[in-house]
């Protein structure tokens, strides 16, 4: 028989496991800060892509308005229904209560 103490089952973990597992678990929370930085760095990527796309629409919106703004037509009809202007000879009649076209 054994001398009063019962065999226990000796424990598996040795200094050199847990000093791996020390290390291993440092590299990971070495590692997650880059890989955050990363993935942020993706999202403001994407913020910034699509106000780049929203800008260029915005752009093509506003070469589109100079384009139309070029047309000595379009020039006349607002001086006309914006600025209440008249060529010379031309009489004017205007109307205090009358609201000015949207586009003015």
Do not use: H, K, W, Y
């Amino acid at each position: 028989m054994t001398s009063g103490t019962a065999d226990l089952p000796r424990s598996r973990i040795t200094v050199r496991a847990v000093v791996l597992a020390a290390v291993v678990l440092v590299l990971i929370v070495a590692a997650s800060v880059p890989v955050r930085q990363l993935l942020a760095q993706r999202d403001e990527i994407a913020q910034l892509e699509g106000r780049v796309e929203d800008l260029a629409a915005s752009n093509a919106t506003l070469r589109g308005e100079i384009e139309r703004l070029r047309d000595p037509r379009e020039l006349e009809r607002i001086a006309r229904e914006c600025l209440g202007m008249v060529r010379p000879g031309e009489i004017a009649f205007v109307r205090p209560d009358a609201p000015l076209p949207d586009d003015c």
